[in-house]
């Protein structure tokens, strides 16, 4: 159980164009989820997070305005990496917690491996 | 404010010898703290997880991490290394209860030679 998956797993974009990355989870409910970022040989750096139905809270030095996020429903969020620039060229991990009152745990994707040409 | 470090950021270890991640940690509160292992191109899978029950905590592959409140610290060991365990490993510390104040560390790579 408390499966995470991510659509999709690679991408290679120009630069300018937009790219969407899905974040599902697949036999939970997700009340809140989390997008993160990782650079080559580098730790996870916290995005975003989302809850199901309202408005992203994004963390200090992230541009909302360019990682558009939804989170439409318990089981789908989307990242929306506007236009694209080289330096957005990254690993996009996504994570899935369930409802509020459960325990800390987060359940990760796999990953999107964005590049930007 | 929460802080987690990654004392070595390579260990290189032989099969079948043991392996030894160090992770400290800094937490106002009473903290939950987890490690993850990491694949190349993949995602994160939870090895272990402390959540103030037993000091001593077991996951998964055989691994094992203390936890010691006097040396701020949560290592991560196993007996016997073996070559699938070759990927990064993440300590992360999150002040129990609240989703989402994931506190990552800057990761170790593992190595396991022949």
């Known amino acids: 159980g408390a499966v995470v998956s991510q659509h999709p797993s690679w991408v290679i974009c120009k630069s300018g164009t937009s790219v969407k990355i899905e974040c599902r989870s697949l036999?939970?409910?997700?009340?809140?989820m989390f997008w993160y970022r990782q650079f080559p040989k580098q730790s996870l750096m916290l995005m975003a997070t989302?809850?199901?139905?309202?408005?992203?809270?994004?963390e200090q030095g992230v541009e909302k305005d360019k990682f558009l996020i939804n989170h439409a429903s318990l089981t789908l969020s989307t990242l929306t990496v506007t236009s694209a620039h080289p330096e957005d060229s990254s690993f996009y991990i996504c994570?899935?917690?369930?409802?509020?009152?459960?325990?800390?745990?987060?359940?990760f994707g796999p990953g999107t491996r964005l590049t930007v040409t | 404010a929460q802080s987690v470090t990654q004392l070595d950021s390579h260990v290189s270890v032989s099969e079948g010898t043991p392996v030894l991640l160090r992770c400290n940690y800094s937490?106002?509160?009473?903290?939950?703290l987890f490690w993850y292992v990491q694949h190349p191109n993949k995602g994160l899978q939870l090895l272990l997880k402390?959540?103030?029950?037993?000091?001593l905590v077991k996951g998964i592959n055989g691994f094992e991490a203390e936890f010691k409140k006097s040396e701020t610290s949560f290592h991560l060991t196993k007996p016997s290394a073996h070559m699938s365990d070759a990927a990064d490993y993440f300590c992360?510390?999150?002040?129990?209860?609240?989703?989402?104040?994931?506190?990552f560390g800057k990761g170790t790579k593992l190595s396991v030679k022949p």
């Open positions: 402390y959540t103030s029950a037993a000091t």
């Open positions: 992360v510390v999150s002040e129990g209860g609240s989703q989402g104040n994931l506190i």
């Open positions: 994570s899935a917690a369930p409802g509020a009152g459960m325990s800390d745990e987060q359940y």
């Open positions: 989302s809850n199901e139905g309202s408005k992203a809270t994004y």
């Open positions: 036999d939970f409910q997700a009340t809140t």
């Open positions: 937490s106002s509160y009473s903290p939950s």
